[in-house]
Nanobody, 116 residues
Framework: VQLVESGGGSVQAGGSLRLSCAASGYDPDGTYYMAWFQQAPGEERVIVAH???????NYADSVKGRFTIFRDNTKNTLSLQMNGLKPEDTAIYYC???????????WGQGTQVTVS
């Protein structure tokens, strides 16, 4: 499975961005969970939102109410709508897929989001 992100960029605080992730390949068990991670400069990579195959969603407290994750199983895409962006949201965002929440086997290359 290959994951390719798009949609990053620069935005002013309070603005919005939508990240997209296109998945190719076939591994239904290995893509049961899909998620967005963020990695700020000098920080560890952390999960901000995940969604399972049946579209059960979960969010980190830092983004709850501002970010929305969506998964289209027919198109094999994952998206992250980010509203009310803050400077602390500045990070590289990675799309990931895995069979459990402790094992994300597949990763995208990352897309930069900068909020000023």
């Amino acid at each position: 499975v290959q994951l390719v992100e798009s949609g990053g960029g620069s935005v002013q605080a309070g603005g919005s961005l939508r990240l997209s992730c296109a998945a190719s390949g076939y591994d239904p068990d290995g893509t049961y969970y899909m998620a967005w991670f963020q990695q700020a400069p000098g920080e560890e990579r952390v999960i901000v939102a995940h969604i399972d195959k049946f579209r059960g969603e979960n969010y980190a407290d830092s983004v709850k109410g501002r970010f929305t994750i969506f998964r289209d199983n027919t198109k094999n895409t994952l998206s992250l709508q980010m509203n009310g962006l803050k400077p602390e949201d500045t990070a590289i965002y990675y799309c990931a897929a895995g069979s459990t929440l402790r094992l994300f086997r597949y990763w995208g290359q990352g897309t930069q989001v900068t909020v000023s």
